[in-house]
């Protein structure tokens, strides 16, 4: 998706898809107890946080690029057309979420895959993988 599309995401579009995934899901999510049992639980020697020095790059270097220079013309565009910069940088901010929401699902759904041909996959990847969620985690909690 990029800017040139007539058609172009809001996150509202992402939040109404979101809505509608939730709703047709049966027995969907955790109840309180397993939640606090999942909030709880550090398996693995798999630390509770992350600092900066061991974030995980969510996307490739040259999209990271990409998404920065949109966001840098965008602020450039807002003294002219506010609205117009408001609404660009929703639109980014949604493509920049439906992107990394693909990236996460590409890796489970490759997981899965071996896992469905009876292949083991290493601790060392599941590790790997969970680092990169812990990461993301950290990121979109933090102040």
Request: charged share 30%; glycine share 4%; no cysteine.
């Amino acid at each position: 998706m990029n800017e040139q599309n007539s058609e172009r995401m809001s996150t509202a579009d992402l939040a109404a898809s979101a809505d509608r995934n939730r709703d047709s899901r049966l027995g969907g999510g955790y109840d309180t107890d397993q939640q606090n049992n999942l909030d709880s639980t550090n398996r693995e020697g798999v630390s509770d946080r992350s600092d900066d020095s061991t974030r995980t790059p969510l996307f490739p270097s040259t999209q990271t690029e990409q998404f920065r220079s949109r966001w840098t013309s965008i602020q450039s565009a807002f003294v002219d057309e506010p609205r117009q910069a408001v609404e660009s940088a929703d639109s980014l901010i949604a493509e920049v979420m439906n992107a990394l929401a693909r990236s996460f699902a590409d890796e489970r759904q490759n997981l899965e895959r071996q896992w469905d041909r009876g292949g083991d996959v290493s601790t060392e990847d599941l590790r790997l993988g969970l680092q990169r969620y812990r990461s993301f985690f950290d990121r979109l909690l933090s102040v």
